[in-house]
């Protein structure tokens, strides 16, 4: 599976679970739908530019897409080289934390950071020997061989992780 097909089908997860995305960058950026994020690094004055910025209830969530797990947390070769995705998107967090990207999300995008917790997280497609990687702060988004999205960890809410026909399975459950 390549890169954009991970990007695309998270994207389009996120519209199917009602959430809003605001910015998305697929690999060459050669989708105009929607707008390019960046953000610039108030530190080291270098541009960030994460795969997707969507929001789903209260959190906002910044995700960087490959096509397997082990290119996401190997080493980046253009801009950074002793930092990986999974490090960047750590790095970004802790700026967005102390404030420093608030008017930059709001000029770009109209967001209002007060009203938004940060999520991180990381989007792949699955593969028979993949590395393991555990960290509770960065939800996985693995799309399996029938290109559904699968989520690994805890940072999402579990109604988003349902899908619909659970949804009115549940309801139907609760009214009787």
């Given amino acids: 599976m390549t890169e954009f097909k991970v990007w695309r089908i998270i994207v389009d997860w996120v519209e ?11 690999p060459g ?15 080291s004055k270098k541009r960030d530019e994460p795969d997707i910025l969507f929001s789903i209830g209260n959190n906002l969530y910044i995700v960087e897409c490959k096509p397997t797990l082990s290119r996401i947390l190997g080493k980046g070769k253009k801009y ?22 608030d008017q930059q999300l709001f000029d770009n995008y109209g967001i209002t950071a007060k009203y938004y917790e940060m ?9 028979i020997r993949q590395p ?23 940072s999402i809410p579990l109604f988003f992780l349902l899908c619909p026909y659970s949804i009115r399975i549940i309801k139907k459950m609760l009214y009787f």
Wanted: charged share 30%; glycine share 8%.
């Fill in 16 to 26: 199917d679970q009602g959430g809003t995305v605001y910015a998305a960058c697929p």
């Fill in 29 to 43: 950026s050669s989708v105009f739908d929607y707008d390019k994020f960046c953000i610039i690094d108030p530190i």
């Fill in 80 to 101: 950074r080289n002793d930092e990986s995705d999974v490090d960047k998107l750590h790095r970004i967090k802790k700026i967005y934390e102390n404030g420093h990207y």
């Fill in 119 to 127: 999520k991180i997280g990381i989007g792949y497609a699955a593969t």
């Fill in 132 to 154: 393991t990687y555990d960290c509770n702060d960065i939800i996985k988004f693995e799309i399996d061989s029938n290109c559904k999205v699968k989520i690994v960890g805890t």
